[in-house]
């Protein structure tokens, strides 16, 4: 297996060593800084075509507990449970948030998705806009939403403001093949002050390492490249003059089925007997908050000096 060919994004190092073997990829740490990366990593036109329909509904996933992961078993069914997530992220994101009273807060988001957060950022008063490189899921926005959606990577679109209050990138970073250049056009995009909202997972935390090789993040080798933690998430975010105000775990509503189903990839037959065992079965549908300090949500100032 040959180690990355290319400079680490965060700290520009060449010494990496292996973490986590897979094929046709792996994982690599950079031995300067702890960043961790997919090499080799898919074409431009691989990682396109991943972000169809089948990615945003795929129940057939591994039953293997090392095999790999693509897309999500059904994402649309989770639309209100992200939908109370993202609540709790919009108000979080208001408390460092200063616009001129009575003006609607400019919204970009980049990788928007289904449109789930757009439209919940509507609700809460801000002029929303997106941004998404799947063509199925552009379409679905495009027919379900009337707020405009650009089609394709940030660096080819247009956005119609010159500048927005708040830049959202949501489960995104990780899927990017180019982090730097979509930070620095997110930076160009926002006004001084304006926030950029990242939300991630964390390769060091604690269950992350306890998992390693098992974790769902990790297992998503077609479409994870790059892998922060809290630390290089901060340096990475400081080169394009974004200060980080604030770096905290956050958690994800599930019903108590659907997350038996999602631990049952991890720990395949404990889950699922478990599942067998609750009764009666209309706890299945019970929700919970479940924070296990794997995803971390980053809001970061873009500052003046760049
Ligand atoms: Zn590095």
């Not at 992961?69 to 989770?78: T, W």
């Not at 992220?89 to 009273?101: A, D, E, I, N």
């Not at 929700?287 to 873009?302: D, E, F, M, Q, T």
């Amino acid at each position: 297996m040959q180690p990355p060919r290319k400079k680490c994004i965060v700290c520009g190092s060449r010494r990496y060593s292996l973490r986590y073997p897979f094929k046709p990829g792996s994982i690599w740490r950079c031995r300067t800084c702890g960043m961790m990366m997919l090499w080799p990593r898919p074409s431009e036109d691989q990682l396109r075509s991943l972000y169809d329909a089948h990615y945003y509904k795929n129940p057939s996933q591994s039953d293997d507990p090392n095999g790999e992961l693509v897309g999500y078993m059904d994402y649309l069914r989770d639309k209100p449970l992200r939908q109370i997530d993202l609540r709790r992220v919009l108000r979080m994101v208001r408390t460092f948030l200063h616009v001129r009273s009575g003006a609607a807060p400019s919204l970009l988001e980049i990788g928007s998705g289904l449109g789930f957060l757009l439209e919940e950022a509507r609700r809460h008063g801000y002029d929303v806009e997106g941004v998404e490189i799947s063509r199925f899921a552009c379409e679905y926005m495009r027919r379900e939403y009337d707020f405009p959606v650009h089609l394709g990577d940030l660096a080819e679109v247009q956005p119609l403001r010159e500048s927005y209050d708040v830049c959202f990138m949501l489960d995104l970073i990780e899927h990017l093949l180019s982090p730097r250049k979509t930070l620095a056009r997110v930076s160009q995009l926002l006004r001084p002050g304006g926030l950029c909202v990242l939300g991630t997972m964390d390769c060091d935390s604690f269950v992350s390492r306890m998992l390693g090789k098992r974790m769902e993040d990790f297992r998503r080798i077609r479409e994870h490249m790059f892998f922060f933690n809290r630390r290089t998430i901060r340096m990475f975010l400081e080169q394009f003059g974004l200060d980080v105000l604030f770096v905290r775990s956050f958690g994800l509503t599930f019903e108590l089925g659907p997350l038996m189903d999602r631990l049952g990839l991890t720990f395949p037959g404990a889950f699922r007997r478990i599942r067998a065992l609750i009764h009666p079965s209309s706890l299945l549908g019970k929700r919970l908050y479940v924070n296990p300090g794997v995803k971390i949500l980053v809001i970061a100032r873009r500052n003046r000096r760049v």
